[in-house]
């Protein structure tokens, strides 16, 4: 079945430092790759998406490349915040029986 | 335009009692989902409805249930609660069942004490 596998953390790092949290997936076919953001004590919230190869999602500063030749979305920004400070969690869907499949997610926190 | 809205906010029970949980999807929307993010756990794919049929559910026991109504706001159900239960329990709603981009409401908190 689809599955994903992302980076365990927790990860801590300081205000403006380059942010990396990898994720590879699983699946048959094509299916459309997230990143979910869920701060302290909210629900989920879509950062960004891709449904294609190539596809490069983008919000906020954070960017994914959906890679199929390594099966990864890894999301990367160039300059965290403390505000950037929740759980990202990343995603597949293929419009079949368990619609959206998650990781185990990544708490990131960032320090002044 | 609202979003996901999910009742109540927090919910305390005690073993053996039910739970029920309500969702609005987003205007239009007809596919809503629940999903249960238990400490530790992660997020569990719990039921999927769809015009007001239960279109698929996750490997939970019976006592987990729910319904979609004709304007497809949704219940979710759960009896004979056991402290396992206590969790976030996140709503989302879609367009349709084509891959669409899903949308989560904040969640009810329920606790079973």
């Known amino acids: 079945g689809n599955s994903v596998t992302q980076m365990e953390g927790p990860v801590t790092l300081s205000e403006e430092a380059f942010l990396t949290i990898n994720c590879t997936y699983t699946a048959t076919g094509y299916p459309s790759l997230f990143w979910y953001v869920q701060y302290p004590g909210e629900g989920l919230q879509l950062l960004l998406k891709a449904t294609k190869a190539d596809d490069k999602g983008s919000n906020k500063g954070f960017e994914a490349t959906y890679r199929k030749e390594t099966t990864s979305f890894h999301l990367e920004k160039g300059s965290v915040q403390v505000s950037d400070s929740a759980v990202y969690f990343c995603a597949l869907s293929q419009g079949g029986s368990e619609k959206l499949v998650f990781g185990k997610g990544t708490k990131l926190t960032v320090n002044p | 335009e609202a979003g996901v809205t999910q009742s109540p906010t927090h919910l305390i029970k005690t073993r053996g009692q039910q739970a029920t949980l309500r969702c609005s999807p987003i205007?239009?929307?007809?596919?809503v989902y629940w999903y249960q993010q238990a400490l530790g756990l992660g997020l569990q794919f719990l039921l999927w409805y769809d015009e007001g049929e239960e279109r698929n559910r996750g490997n939970f026991p019976p006592r987990f249930s729910g319904r979609q109504f004709p304007n497809y706001s949704s219940e979710l159900n759960v009896n004979a609660l056991e402290l396992e239960d206590s969790a976030l329990y996140l709503c989302a709603s879609s367009l349709e069942d084509r891959g669409n981009t899903i949308y989560f409401g904040e969640g009810s908190w329920l606790t079973v004490v």
């Open positions: 205007s239009g929307h007809t596919s």
